[in-house]
Every structure is written in C-alpha cells, then in structure tokens.
C-alpha cells in the first residue's frame, strides 16, 4: 500500500495511483462520472475550497444562456423546468450534487503546480503532495486566464480598469462614462447592466452572428443540438465551413444601442482617453475589458508540450498517457459548454479507463 499525505481539507492523498484528475469544474465532473463507473483508481484534484466557485465569482445577475435542458452533466438532468434559464449561481448547487451522487474523490485546495514525466507515468505536484501517476487527465476548463491587451498600461492611474472576469455588480463602478472593451457575450451583458445607471460606449470586438434566445417557441440551442452543428468535428471541411466565432446569444443588440453608444475596436490607449480602429477617441472613467481568456500550460513541463507551447492531444485524448477534457472547440463546438461537454468526457473517459486496463 503506498504512502499518503494529507491534503489541506485533511483527507489523505495518496502518493502513487493509476489516474489524476485535474480540476473538478464541469469537465472534471463529468470525466469523474465515467471513471468511476470504469472501475478505475483516480482521485481528482481542484485548487478551490469547494465547488463551483469560477462560477460563484461571476457577475452577480449572470443567466446562462443555455435552458436547464442543456445545463446538465452525464447522468443527472439539471433540476427544475428544463425550459428555464439558471441564475449563475445554481451551478455550485448542481455541481455539489452531482459529486455527491457519484461518490467522486474530489481533494480540494490541492493547486497543481506541475506535471512532468516520470517514467512511463507523470509526477503530478501540488504545495501539499507529490503523486506518481501512469495517467494525468486535464480538466481546467476553457476559460483559464483574463486576456488584457498590453496596451491598457498606457491609460492613466486615473482611470479604473477591471476585467469581466472580476466584475461583479455595477455598484462596485464608479461614477462616471464606462467603455466596455469587447461585444461577445459577456460584455454586451455587462454593458446592458451598466447601462441602468452608467453612460456606457461598447467598443466591438470581432463581428459576431446574433442567436434569438429562443427560435419558434425552442431554446437556440435545442435547434443547434438536432441539427447536429454543437457535435461536428472541427476538423471536419464542413466544420471549417462554419467555423464562425460564437454567436451573441439573445441580446437584443439594436435595443441596446438606444441606451449604450457604439464605437469601433479598440486599438491603443493615452492618458484617459481609448484610441478606435478609425481613429476617434473615447474618454473613459472606467474601461471594463471583456476581452476574453487564453489557456496557461505553464505548469505542464516542457517535455509534456509542442514546438508551438501547446499540448499534444487528438481531440482530447493523449498517446503519451496526458489527455485533455472542456477545452474551448477541444473537437466540437459544444467541447467547452456545461451541458455539451459530456460527449467529450465520456469519450475521453473511455480512453483512459481502457489503457488503464492495458
């Protein structure tokens, strides 16, 4: 029997086992799910202090834009009408009973600092542990660190900046104009809000199609579901066909524009002032950035990662023993989604309990 440490939440980490799962988010859950139902010896290990907190840090008035029908993970159904949009904050909820109900061995405020090769295995470190695994899964989700351009160093002490990712209410904006820095979905939802009580500009990012919340009496995404677009391969001549960014989801964007001003890309700053893409200027008390995140493998070694910094998977799954879960468009367009990045886990989850018996 090998050796264990104990994590912070005092349960005891071992320090040898067949599989780690890093990060208990969404992805984490679901590829849990189809562990344990394998068979297979893993634990899981999440940084956090307990469930759903990326969500628990979302803005407070958050909806998903998805119907409870589509919230759901493998096995368990969202609760309540499936025709209704969950508040932000009944995903911790749901999460919590989902590892309950499949027994997950879930060891919190267990933050992986690296993974490195060892062997034919990986050595998997924490500030608390070291294990030795032969397989490593990465379930971190999509959305991992806040993009800011480099050129928001050039607005003055003067103007507040925060990303969305650390928005929470408009109470926390001081008075005065608000410039919010991109028009996908977060910002344009932001920018709604704020516009209750803020002279709000949105500055556009890149051109986005619009999605009606809901298409003849169905939510968008019960039609993007049966025509088959959330499961396409993207690497599919199709798939590349349609591969458009991320549609505006219910926004009403020409409502919007009689209350919030628009304005071009931003593409430089001065003092107080943002510079646009046709060369107007915008000054701004507050400039919110919902810019978007990019994905950090930092803490994966160097040996674990391609010419390109990237890690090397085919869809997810990975020959060296590293496989990936919840990337964004990881092998579709539902790869990165709470109630679509199941199929992914499933998948995954069967690779790895399959050479895990090998």
Not at 46 to 65: I, Y
Not at 115 to 127: A, K, L
Not at 317 to 328: D, E, K, P
Request: hydrophobic letters at 40%.
């Amino acid at each position: 029997m090998p050796s264990s440490s104990a994590s912070a939440g005092g349960s005891e980490l071992p320090r040898a086992i067949d599989v780690v799962v890093i990060g208990a988010g969404q992805a984490g859950l679901a590829v849990g799910r189809t562990l344990k139902q394998a068979g297979v010896d893993f634990v899981m290990l999440d940084a956090a202090d307990e469930l759903g907190v990326s969500w628990t840090h979302r803005w407070d008035s958050l909806r998903l834009f998805t119907s409870a029908r589509f919230c759901g993970l493998p096995g368990l159904p969202f609760p309540g009408d499936p025709d209704r949009y969950p508040a932000k904050d009944e995903v911790p909820d749901y999460f919590r009973t989902y590892a309950a109900t499949f027994e997950l061995p879930i060891h919190f405020g267990q933050r992986v600092v690296s993974v490195g090769r060892s062997g034919e295995g990986f050595t998997v470190t924490t500030p608390h542990a070291s294990i030795a695994a032969r397989q490593v899964v990465a379930a971190v989700g999509a959305f991992q660190t806040p993009v800011v351009p480099e050129f928001s160093k050039r607005l003055a002490p003067s103007v507040t900046q925060l990303h969305s990712h650390a928005y929470r209410n408009p109470e926390q904006i001081p008075a005065g104009k608000v410039a919010v820095v991109g028009s996908a979905n977060s910002g344009l939802q932001i920018a709604t809000e704020l516009a209750g009580s803020r002279e709000v500009v949105v500055c556009k990012g890149r051109r986005q199609p619009r999605l009606p919340q809901r298409i003849l009496g169905r939510d968008a995404f019960w039609w993007l579901s049966k025509s088959g677009i959330l499961r396409l391969p993207t690497n599919t001549p199709l798939a590349r066909r349609l591969a458009m960014p991320d549609p505006v989801v219910g926004t009403k964007i020409d409502e919007l524009a009689r209350s919030v001003g628009f304005a071009e890309r931003v593409v430089d700053a001065e003092g107080a002032q943002l510079v646009t893409a046709d060369g107007k200027r915008i000054d701004a008390t507050t400039v919110l950035w919902a810019t978007g995140y990019r994905n950090d493998w930092s803490w994966l070694g160097a040996e674990l990662l391609g010419a390109d910094g990237q890690p090397r998977h085919d869809a997810g799954i990975g020959a060296s023993g590293l496989h990936f879960v919840g990337l964004y468009r990881m092998r579709n367009r539902g790869s990165a989604l709470l109630g679509f990045v199941g199929r992914d886990a499933q998948r995954v989850g069967a690779a790895v309990a399959q050479r895990s018996r090998r």
